[in-house]
Nanobody, 111 residues
Framework: QVQLVESGGGLVQAGGSLRLSCAASGSMIVFNTVGWYRQAPGKERELVARIIRGGGTNYADSVKDRFTISKDNAKNTVYLRMNSLKPEDTAIYYC?????WGQGTQVTVSS
């Protein structure tokens, strides 16, 4: 069973930056689409960014030009660099590798 361990969340002021990490067991990120999703209180989980198997990337319109998704196949780790954070980015962020979800990491952006 694939295990995903997320880290890097926390409390940051608006305009600040964070980098989330998602470490996967095995070599799952090499062969699968990987992505970050988020869920704010009272809202549905939504796609933030993903890297598809062909290497292309997709971003939610709300995070384009602020967030960057990347992965390191040698480290089996997926990253999400978040710059210019806004209070509306506050949510629990989840990593998805193939069909496997991480446990989530809280990101809180204060105004």
């Amino acid at each position: 069973q694939v295990q995903l361990v997320e880290s890097g969340g926390g409390l940051v002021q608006a305009g600040g930056s964070l980098r989330l990490s998602c470490a996967a067991s095995g070599s799952m990120i090499v062969f699968n689409t990987v992505g970050w999703y988020r869920q704010a209180p009272g809202k549905e989980r939504e796609l933030v960014a993903r890297i598809i198997r062909g290497g292309g990337t997709n971003y939610a319109d709300s995070v384009k030009d602020r967030f960057t998704i990347s992965k390191d196949n040698a480290k089996n780790t997926v990253y999400l660099r978040m710059n210019s954070l806004k209070p509306e980015d506050t949510a629990i962020y989840y990593c998805l590798v193939g069909a496997n979800w991480g446990q989530g990491t809280q990101v809180t952006v204060s105004s």
